[in-house]
């Protein structure tokens, strides 16, 4: 058994792979790098404390990873032109660009609200409406898409491995049950690519007439424009599995001919609430901003992680309460060792229990196995406080170090990561962007910067910048 232990731990980490249905090895395409897309939100709304699952979950493995030696770029997208924006802008009477614009506003503000940090770039749809009708060009040519009245279509019938991903069979899929059956599509599985204009919605040009992109080939348009044809993680929630990530994942693989689209799909699962899962259509949704009311970020984010990511948690607010006192437990002891090192000093090194600990993060970023562990880790320490040395207690508060620079579940102490590597890495991106001619997307990451409280300065062909 230890020769066994001793492997694995020299494997790095393994996840669960949706594409393979099996516990993977994480090797990436390309080194020590991994290109990582997460499905970001459709900003209409505030997001519930059930889409922060999702984002917390990422971001925490992203942290993991960096921790691991990782050169980790952390790509979301953003869906800013939608039906559900649409009638958000309706009911409003406001312009649809203006609705999206402060939805994502308030989407970013939640984010930092909740310590998610991770992502290097979020990127809006309507940024690469070029890129989208390029790839829809493709499809059409190749023979997977085909215009009708009402805009572009992909046809399903065209990619044998259709539902292969998320284990759905083609023949099962019957007209009217998970598609609305329309005769304007060759096949009623067929997925829109672009809709044509209608009256009061925004709109762009394209070969085949003014209209919009659909939902899927947002996605792909953006990544193969950062990544190329392949990547090495795709996440998400598991509702999106069928029919979106199916749907991108079909056609990249028709314009690539590859065998996948990302080698790894890793999806998180719901939070349920009552009898069905939390949703804005169902209605059953309790806002993040609401919740940080009444919780700080710790509290929720030790809620969302002290649990398997591929498990539903059931929520309700007792829960969360439950949740806050044992978290506090971590936090009691880290300021009681915080101060101690502050008043003595501590040797700050982990030792083989730690290590333990730690390691279990690798198998599946098992983190329920590692919360019962550092709580049972945890309660010895408060026990045998007035026994230990200075070299336990350090190993102490390095390991509750370590769980907070990935899981950022403590208050009382700024984040001590040299954040110029990852500055380095959007000044590079930044000035590739300008060199393709993508402004837009050139802007859109120093505003990033300058909002992070970074001045960008462009001088006789030099990038310099400095922090505000």
């Excluded at 984002?55 to 039906?83: A, E, H, K, M």
């Excluded at 009256?199 to 950062?226: K, L, V």
């Excluded at 802007?443 to 001045?455: P, Q, S, Y």
């Amino acid at each position: 058994m230890e020769s066994d232990s001793k492997n694995k731990g020299e494997q790095g980490i393994r996840l669960y792979n949706t594409q393979s249905r099996k516990i993977d090895q994480i090797i990436p395409e390309h080194g020590k790098k991994i290109r990582i897309f997460v499905c970001g939100p459709t900003v209409y709304d505030y997001i519930h404390i059930g889409n922060a699952r999702t984002f917390v979950f990422f971001d925490s493995l992203v942290r993991y990873l960096r921790s691991s030696g990782y050169l980790v770029f952390y790509l979301q997208n953003i869906t800013d032109v939608d039906d559900k924006i649409i009638n958000k802008a309706r009911e409003e009477k406001k312009d649809v660009m203006d609705v999206s614009s402060f939805y994502l506003s308030e989407f970013i503000r939640d984010m930092n609200s909740l310590r998610v940090e991770s992502v290097n770039l979020y990127a809006r749809t309507s940024l690469f409406i070029g890129e989208i009708i390029e790839q829809i060009e493709r499809l059409i040519k190749s023979g997977h898409a085909y215009v009708s009245d009402d805009g572009v279509y992909f046809s399903v019938s065209s990619f044998p491995d259709y539902g292969k991903l998320s284990g759905q069979k083609i023949d099962n899929l019957i007209a009217g049950a998970r598609v609305t059956a329309d005769r304007r599509k060759k096949n009623p599985e067929d997925f829109v690519l672009w809709k044509f204009r209608k009256t009061g919605e925004p709109f762009w040009w394209s070969p085949w007439g003014e209209g919009r992109p659909g939902w899927h080939i947002e996605d792909t348009a953006i990544t193969e424009f950062f990544f190329g044809k392949s990547y090495d993680v795709h996440g998400g929630g598991i509702d999106l599995l069928f029919p979106h990530h199916e749907s991108e994942n079909a056609q990249m693989r028709s314009i690539s001919g590859m065998d996948y689209l990302a080698k790894y799909w890793i999806h998180v699962g719901m939070l349920s609430m009552g009898e069905g899962k939390m949703s804005k259509s169902v209605g059953n949704i309790i806002k993040v901003r609401d919740i940080l009311s009444e919780f700080s970020a710790e509290d929720i984010r030790f809620f969302l992680l002290n649990s398997g990511y591929r498990n539903t948690i059931e929520f309700s607010m007792k829960a969360l309460r439950e949740s806050s006192v044992t978290r506090k437990r971590i936090q009691n002891l880290y300021d009681i060792l915080t101060r101690e090192h502050e008043n003595s000093g501590l040797i700050l090194e982990g030792n083989e229990e730690t290590e333990r600990i730690w390691k279990e993060l690798e198998d599946d970023f098992d983190t329920r196995s590692f919360f019962r562990d550092l709580l049972a880790y945890v309660s010895r320490i408060f026990k045998d406080m007035e026994n230990l040395g200075k070299d336990e207690l350090g190993a102490a508060l390095y390991m509750l170090t370590l769980t907070d620079s990935v899981f950022c579940i403590l208050k009382g102490r700024e984040a001590s990561s040299d954040i110029s590597d990852f500055i380095n890495s959007m000044i590079e991106l930044r000035n590739q962007m300008r060199k393709v001619g993508k402004f837009d997307v050139s802007d859109m990451i120093r505003k990033a910067l300058e909002d992070a409280g970074v001045v960008v300065e462009d001088s006789k062909g030099e990038t310099k910048w400095r922090m505000s």
